[in-house]
């Protein structure tokens, strides 16, 4: 159940200043889950955990700060002198699940029972500093080593204790380029239907994870194929059935965003996954569909506003060399434009290659934001100085004000006071 590693743990000092205090209060305490699992498969380390036989409330005697996470589960997180929020969790043994979430009660024990209430066998390494010694009691060393992703003890249970993890199986596995050991692959089909019990704020953060990853495609043709992704983007899968085209322009979206470097805000990717299933819809229903889709997955306000514009005006890149002069500024002054650019770069080279109006855009595109700082000469005020009631007409004055103001036809008060006296005021 040992295994001694050569190399050493690159831990941050104030972490290894916490194990220290546990170690020297006489606890055991190791660095557990993702951090071991990350260090051996040499990749970037997140966060750093905490597995220790020290309960809640003995943690708070050894350390100054403590935050209560989950004080029934033994959660804490120490602040340490810098600052950092270190997560501190006792050895724990789970009761049953009620809720297909979390157990109905925890009862501390020791680290043989902590390692068995886990996922899968490489997230289940317990890592002494004092001996650089990995204690593994699921041959997880061997399953990192034969890239395979397995949960622990019998799989049925595993789903059905936290049924997010039908969906981390999937994130892992394509993460990793690892293979779903054949009885975890077969448990999660059987249980797929389980997911729908999870909360839909929690799937949609696990989904984000997935779709925001290089290996998004990779995971989303396994998750249709294990019968979750029909539970949790059932819109993708009716589509799917309705006209194979929207499945394999979805695939080739996501083989473009794979390819590509730049972070963007997580409704982006959204935003792209789903736009081959919105364009079953007419245009001009495309962004309330997004925003029906938005609502169900409890996006914030902001962010549903974001995918309704970027699928809404990604179509009028191909009308951008017809569009009246102000209209065009109108377009691209918006504070989202860029962010849409590169959207539409995205789709298009995925949909049809035709990147004319996009390349058009670009060339103008400079000129046009120094112009975006012009403002209309007149405002409602001076409207009503000449006699003048808001109303329709009056809005309609300043935007044709505006509108040869960002064409360069109007430019100073005067002209536009006398353009509106020629032309609108009888």
Aim: charged content about 30%.
């Amino acid at each position: 159940m040992w295994t001694r590693i050569d190399k050493s743990f690159p831990v941050p000092a104030e972490v290894r200043s916490v194990l220290n205090a546990l170690f020297d209060a006489g606890f055991d305490a190791y660095l557990v889950g993702g951090c071991v699992r990350d260090f051996l498969l040499a990749r970037p380390i997140k966060d750093f955990d905490v597995a220790t036989s020290a309960r809640p409330e003995e943690v708070e005697k050894i350390f100054p700060k403590v935050i209560e996470v989950g004080r029934a589960f033994g959660v804490m997180k120490v602040v340490t002198e810098s600052g950092m929020q270190v997560e501190v969790a006792t050895f724990r043994k789970d009761a049953s699940y009620h809720d297909h979430r979390r157990p109905s009660k925890v009862e501390f024990s020791d680290v043989r029972a902590d390692a068995e209430r886990r996922d899968f066998t490489i997230n289940a390494f317990y890592l002494d500093l004092k001996t650089n010694q990995i204690l593994d009691f699921f041959q997880g060393m061997q399953d990192l080593k034969d890239k395979v992703l397995r949960a622990i003890g019998v799989p049925d249970e595993r789903f059905r204790e936290d049924a997010l993890r039908l969906l981390r199986a999937v994130r892992f596995s394509s993460r990793f380029g690892f293979k779903l050991e054949e009885g975890t692959r077969r448990a999660i089909q059987e249980n797929a239907a389980l997911i729908r019990k999870i909360s839909i704020e929690r799937i949609r953060d696990e989904l984000e994870k997935i779709l925001t990853h290089p290996s998004s495609r990779v995971a989303v043709v396994e998750l249709d194929q294990l019968g979750l992704l029909e539970n949790v983007v059932p819109e993708v899968s009716v589509a799917k059935l309705e006209q194979k085209k929207v499945w394999d322009q979805t695939l080739r979206v996501l083989n473009v965003l794979s390819s590509s470097v730049a972070v963007e805000p997580s409704v982006f990717y959204w935003s792209l996954f789903l736009l081959p299933t919105l364009r079953l819809n007419p245009i001009e229903k495309r962004d309330a569909e997004a925003r029906k889709i938005a609502e169900r997955l409890k996006f914030s306000n902001e962010d549903a506003n974001l995918m309704a514009y970027l699928v809404r005006e990604t179509p009028k890149f191909k009308d951008a060399f017809s569009m009246r002069e102000a209209t065009l500024l109108r377009w691209m002054r918006d504070e989202n434009f860029e962010l849409l650019m590169r959207f539409h770069e995205l789709d298009a080279i995925s949909y049809d290659g035709n990147l004319a109006g996009l390349e058009f855009v670009k060339s103008v595109y400079p000129e046009a934001k120094r112009r975006f700082q012009v403002k209309s000469p007149i405002s409602g005020d001076d409207l009503v100085k000449l006699g003048m009631s808001p109303g329709r007409q009056f809005t309609e004055i300043l935007r044709v004000v505006e509108d040869l103001t960002l064409e360069g036809v109007i430019t100073t008060s005067e002209e536009a006071l006398s353009y509106v006296l020629t032309h609108f005021v009888k």
